[in-house]
C-alpha cells in the first residue's frame, strides 16, 4: 500500500469516533496495554506532558512544544484530530512523521493488531508512542482523546498534569454535569506528579482538589494568580501580553480566548522549571509569538485572507462559543458572513444562542457522517433568528460567500473542526 492507501485503511478497517461518532468509542485500556506490551511500553523511554480538558488542549499542547523547542529539546506532539492530513496528529520538533513510518508501521503490525480490533485512536496512540522512542525525543506533549481516566493516552506517567477547563461536551460518555466530566478529566492526575488546572468553578474545582489530595499530588489553579497583566487582542494580528514573569511579548494565536490559554501555559512553564527543564523568559516569548511556524498549529482564529477579511476557528461548544460569538462582533466591516456547521454530538442551540442575528448565514455540513444536514442546521438557525442558505459542501458554501463578499466585509468559518478542515483542505486544493 502507498501512503494514500494506508490511511485510508486506517480509517476504514478502524472504528473512527471522527467519522461514526460513539460506535468507535472503547472504555476501558485493554488494546491500549495490549499494543504497548507489544510495542515494549515505548513511552517509558521519553519525558511526558499529558494535557486534558474540554477546551484549549490544542492551543496549549502547540505552545507548549514551541516553547520547549526553542529550549534546545526534541519535543514530541500528540494532538488530534488532524485538519488536512493524517500526518499532523504525530509531529517532533513541529515536522509531521514520515510517511513510510505510517505504511510500513501498519504493514508490519497489522497481523498483530488485527485481532485485537482496535479504534483508530488506540492504534493513532500505539503509533505516536513507538514513534516517538524510536525519534528519541526528550520530552512529548500528549494531548488527551476524550475525557482522560480511560483515554488510551492515560498509560503514561508524565512530569506534569494539565486540565485547561471544563464545560458541558461529549455528555454520553463522560457524564451530564460540570462535576462529573470533571472526574473523568481528572483521571489524568497521577500520584505524586503535579498538576495545573486552567479554569475551575464551584462545581469542578472541589473535585480536582479531592483527586490530587487522594493522590499527592500538588495542584495549582492557574486563575488564583494571573501571570497575565493585561492582554490587548488585536483581530489581525494576534495578542499583545503583558506578564509578571515573562516581560511583554505578542501571541500570534488571535482567539480571544487564548489569553486564558496563555495564563495556563505560563503557570505550567513555571512548574517546568521547578522540574529541571531549563526554559528562558527569551524562549517563552518566542515560543508564544511563533507557535504557528514552529509546530503546523492551524485553525485558531486563523487569517486566511486581508480583503475580504476571513477568519476560521475550530471551536466548537458552548464553552467556545462564549468566547468567539463575542470576537465575530468586533472587526469592522460591511457584512458579516457566516458558513457555518456542526455535528451530531454537540449542543447545537447553546452554541446559536452566541450567533450574531445581523450576519448572513451559509449554513453547510462537513464531510463526516457526524455531520449535522445543512437543511436541519438552516431550522436549528430560524428558531435562533439567524437566517440564511444551505450548501452541500464547505467549499460550496464558502465560495457563495465570498462571491457574494465586498473587500470590507468578514467571513468566518467555522461551528465545527470538521468544517474547517474541510475548508482548509479546499484551500489547499486551489492555491
Known amino acids: 500500500m502507498d501512503y494514500k492507501q494506508t490511511v485510508e485503511y486506517l480509517f476504514n478497517s478502524t472504528p473512527v469516533f471522527e467519522k461514526v461518532g460513539a460506535s468507535a468509542y472503547k472504555e476501558g485500556l485493554f488494546n491500549t496495554l495490549a499494543l504497548d506490551e507489544h510495542f515494549g511500553h515505548p513511552h ?28 534546545g529539546y526534541r519535543v514530541g506532539l500528540y494532538t488530534s484530530p488532524h485538519l488536512v492530513d493524517f500526518r499532523e496528529r504525530i509531529r517532533v520538533n513541529g515536522l509531521c512523521i514520515d510517511e513510510q513510518y505510517v505504511i510500513d508501521f501498519v504493514e508490519n503490525e497489522r497481523d498483530f493488531f488485527e485481532p485485537l480490533h482496535p479504534s483508530f485512536f488506540e492504534l493513532t496512540t500505539a503509533l505516536a508512542f513507538k514513534y516517538f522512542a ?21 498509560i503514561i506517567t508524565p512530569i506534569i498534569s494539565v486540565i485547561t477547563n ?4 461529549h455528555t454520553m460518555f463522560l457524564g451530564d454535569t460540570l462535576a462529573k466530566i470533571a472526574a473523568e ?40 494568580s494571573s501571570d497575565v497583566v493585561s492582554a490587548k487582542i488585536d483581530g489581525l494580528c494576534g495578542i499583545d501580553y503583558i506578564t509578571t514573569g515573562y516581560g511583554n511579548f505578542k501571541g500570534s494565536l488571535g482567539g480571544s480566548y487564548q489569553v486564558k490559554n496563555a495564563n495556563t501555559v505560563l503557570h505550567v512553564v513555571d512548574m517546568l522549571r521547578t522540574r529541571n527543564i531549563n526554559l528562558s523568559t527569551a524562549n517563552v516569548q518566542k515560543g508564544f509569538e511563533e507557535v504557528c511556524r514552529l509546530t503546523g498549529l492551524m485553525g485558531r482564529w486563523q487569517t486566511v485572507c486581508h480583503e475580504p477579511l476571513v477568519v476560521c476557528d475550530t471551536g466548537h461548544n ?22 457555518f456547521g456542526m455535528v451530531d454530538d454537540k449542543d447545537i442551540d447553546h452554541v446559536m444562542n452566541h450567533l450574531p442575528n445581523d450576519a448572513a448565514y451559509y449554513f453547510t455540513r462537513a464531510t463526516t457522517h457526524r455531520a449535522i444536514p445543512e437543511t436541519k442546521v438552516q431550522e436549528y438557525g430560524k428558531r435562533h433568528n439567524l437566517h440564511g442558505n444551505c450548501y452541500g459542501s464547505v467549499a460550496e458554501a464558502y465560495e457563495a460567500a465570498l462571491s457574494d463578499a465586498d473587500p470590507k466585509d468578514f467571513i468566518f468559518v467555522g461551528g465545527s473542526s470538521y468544517v474547517v478542515a474541510d475548508f482548509l483542505e479546499h484551500l489547499q486544493q486551489n492555491k
Open 44 to 71: 517509558r523511554n521519553f519525558k511526558s506532558i499529558h494535557i486534558a480538558g474540554t477546551n484549549g488542549k490544542g492551543s496549549c499542547s502547540h505552545t507548549l512544544a514551541a516553547i520547549l523547542q526553542l529550549a
Open 134 to 154: 524510536e525519534q528519541k525525543v526528550d520530552i512529548a506533549i500528549i494531548e488527551v482523546g476524550l475525557g482522560g481516566r480511560l483515554d488510551c493516552t492515560n
Open 166 to 169: 471544563i464545560s458541558l461536551d
Open 185 to 224: 478529566k481528572a483521571g489524568i492526575i497521577k500520584h505524586n506528579v503535579p498538576v495545573v488546572i486552567g479554569e475551575a468553578n464551584d462545581e469542578t474545582r472541589p473535585v480536582f482538589e479531592r483527586v490530587a489530595y487522594e493522590r499527592n499530588s500538588s495542584i495549582v489553579f492557574a486563575e488564583d
Open 318 to 339: 458552548d464553552g467556545g462559543w462564549q468566547y468567539l460569538g463575542k470576537q465575530i462582533l468586533q472587526p469592522e466591516c460591511k457584512t458579516r458572513r457566516i458558513v
